[in-house]
T-cell receptor, first 112, second 116 residues
Framework: DAKTTQPPSMDCAEGRAANLPCNHS???????VYWYRQIHSQGPQYIIH???NNETNEMASLIITEDRKSSTLILPHATLRDTAVYYC?????????????FGKGTRLHILP | GAVVSQHPSRVICKSGTSVKIECRSL??????MFWYRQFPKQSLMLMAT?????????EQGVEKDKFLINHASLTLSTLTVTSAHPEDSSFYIC????????????FGPGTRLTVT
């Protein structure tokens, strides 16, 4: 699986959009970009994933560049409950034993 | 849907004893379960992958005789930390996947183990 690079930490004011970047310059054509987050002392939570097109769900939007070498997770109106570590992961098509390898992620602090 | 639970949520045990952690898929049958360990301020590290009815596959550096994994049914996997030591104190997280759910992994809430 391709490696990802994320900033170690970011701050965002409550109510503003939080934009979390991720570089994945070695991504292959059949690999997806996934985002998870982990709130302190909880298990990871799936947020969103995409292949080429931008994606949006009730939690966030995912913008993938045309060359697919980077992406941005957007939390449109950040709240204090969005304070967490956000993991950007590149994964191939899933099969039974598909592993998720977590990097260090970005620690997002939402400031009141 | 796709809920995974863990029990207990936190446990304290004495050095030298064994402790068992359960991971259950509540509303789906999990063909594969994964066990992760997370030390403070660090990322999740995959320990092992277990498929129902077969032996677990351990990641490099994880002692299979110390961390016993049993996946006896499609809804239950257990991790037993044998002869626990203070350095085994950690946050243990399981995840489960199934073919019917496209092999997406659904994570449990984690178990905080403290060895005194």
């Amino acid at each position: 699986d391709a490696k990802t690079t994320q900033p170690p930490s970011m701050d965002c004011a409550e109510g503003r959009a939080a934009n979390l970047p991720c570089n994945h310059s070695t991504i292959s054509g059949n690999e997806y970009v996934y985002w998870y987050r982990q709130i302190h002392s909880q298990g990871p939570q799936y947020i969103i994933h995409g292949l080429k097109n931008n994606e949006t769900n009730e939690m966030a939007s995912l913008i993938i560049t045309e060359d697919r070498k980077s992406s941005t997770l957007i939390l449109p109106h950040a709240t204090l409950r969005d304070t967490a570590v956000y993991y950007c992961i590149v994964r191939g098509p899933m099969n039974r034993d598909d592993k998720i390898i977590f990097g260090k992620g970005t620690r997002l602090h939402i400031l009141p | 849907g796709a809920v995974v639970s863990q029990h207990p949520s936190r446990v304290i045990c004495k050095s030298g004893t064994s402790v068992k952690i359960e991971c259950r898929s509540l509303d789906f049958q999990a063909t594969t379960m994964f066990w992760y360990r997370q030390f403070p301020k660090q990322s999740l590290m995959l320990m092992a992958t277990s498929n129902e009815g077969s032996k677990a596959t351990y990641e490099q550096g994880v002692e299979k005789d110390k961390f016993l994994i049993n996946h006896a049914s499609l809804t239950l996997s257990t991790l037993t930390v044998t002869s626990a030591h203070p350095e085994d104190s950690s946050f243990y997280i399981c995840s489960a996947s199934s073919r019917g759910l496209g092999y997406e992994q659904y994570f449990g809430p984690g178990t905080r183990l403290t060895v005194t």
